[in-house]
DNA sequence: GTCTATAGAGTGATAGAC
DNA sequence: GTCTATCACTCTATAGAC
């Protein structure tokens, strides 16, 4: 029961059109990680995507609009990795799991650079990502205080652990050690140090 | 044995050029803190001086040099208010010397905002800061560093406290603590969760 | 869906008068 | 030391042909 030739052939300009799109959302990410948003033109993605500045503005009508797809295929890719297969982490898990997401970025420079840069530049009310990267920061910090206050209902992690400092402290290691990281990358292991700071936070507030 | 009026005079016009120079320097300071150093043009800075472009450029002859001119007076005066009046702060009392920057860091949004933004534009190995913040953070561990193996010497420290780890973290606390506090300034307190942290570290290693 | 061509504004930097 | 005027370039976005 194979569909008719026609709309096959009908699909097959489809799919090179979303294929074109794919690509341009990858040169995207790579270039704005290389440069930063402000410091990457729409022209430089066209070109790398093989595209011309007008055919990729066919797909993405600003600027702007190419960026958002770029942070939520990133955010849709950490999601899935966080969320894991059996459901979202909790307790100590969800510790595990962020320190399985920042050994996964320690082979990504790019990605991480796009991140720091981004999350920087986005600081400014009037960034075009500004209202993403909140929404980024505040989800980020809701996922990791329930995962947390889910950890002391089980017994496993203090009642009296403060869950907000922890929280905060947490994703600033995170952000911190990107930052380091991209500077000294051969004398700095992410992986290696946010071990150590779980280790403590195990230390103070395991049950 | 006072100097010559026309002395005085030329005097009073060299004085004249500092002025600006200054006002500049705080100018560009403000203005790529707002928006970046991409973000922010030449034109803008001049205007917000009451110079024309090519008055300042007078004093500076090229956007990067004004950049240079603008972190080398950060540093000095946070180098200044770090040292002390008597002399570097060695173990402990070093992490209240930044528990004090911190703190003076929180009244000061605009500064935190152009170290936040630069620090990460600078990771791109093309930025003309480059090298400034690599060499800032690599002199920011040395200084933290030192300071614990004082610390350590003195019996204040733990002798198997790991020096570099704890160096590292600090600083990616700061860091992060900054970013997010851009975000939030109403919910994130920069202040109190440093010294949540700092707390932490001593529990862990004061002897 | 992709192209060429171009509008229209903004960029950093320079030349030369005062 | 500061100005006006201008250069050469880059930027985002649009119009319209194919």
Redesign the interface.
């Known amino acids: 029961m194979s569909v008719p030739p026609r709309y096959r052939a009908k699909s097959r300009v489809d799919v090179s059109g979303e294929e074109s799109r794919a690509k341009a959302v990858a040169v995207a990410t790579e270039l704005f990680a ?3 948003f ?2 990457t033109s729409v022209a430089a993605v066209a070109a790398k995507t093989g595209l011309s500045q007008s055919g990729l503005l066919h797909h993405f009508p600003s600027k702007a609009v190419l960026l958002t797809a770029v942070l939520e295929e990133r955010d849709r890719q950490d999601g899935e990795f966080l969320a894991g297969s059996a459901g979202p982490p909790l307790g100590w898990a969800a510790f595990d799991a962020l320190a399985a997401l920042v050994a996964r970025n320690s082979a990504r420079p790019h990605l991480v ?1 796009l991140f ?2 981004l ?3 986005a ?2 009310p009037a960034h075009p990502a500004h209202a993403w ?2 929404e980024h ?2 989800g980020l910090q809701r996922w990791l205080a329930a995962a947390v206050r889910s950890g002391q209902e089980d017994g496993e992690i203090a009642a009296d652990a ?1 869950v907000g ?1 922890i929280v ?2 947490t ?7 990107q ?2 990281w ?3 990358p051969d004398e ?1 292991s992410m992986t ?2 946010f071990e ?2 779980t280790g ?1 936070l195990r ?2 507030w395991a049950r």
């Open positions: 290389l440069t930063g402000k410091g650079g720091v840069r999350a920087a530049e600081t400014e990267v909140r920061y505040s403060p400092s905060r402290t994703i600033a290691v995170i952000d911190g050690l930052q380091q991209l500077l000294q700095v290696a140090e150590a700071f403590t230390a103070r």
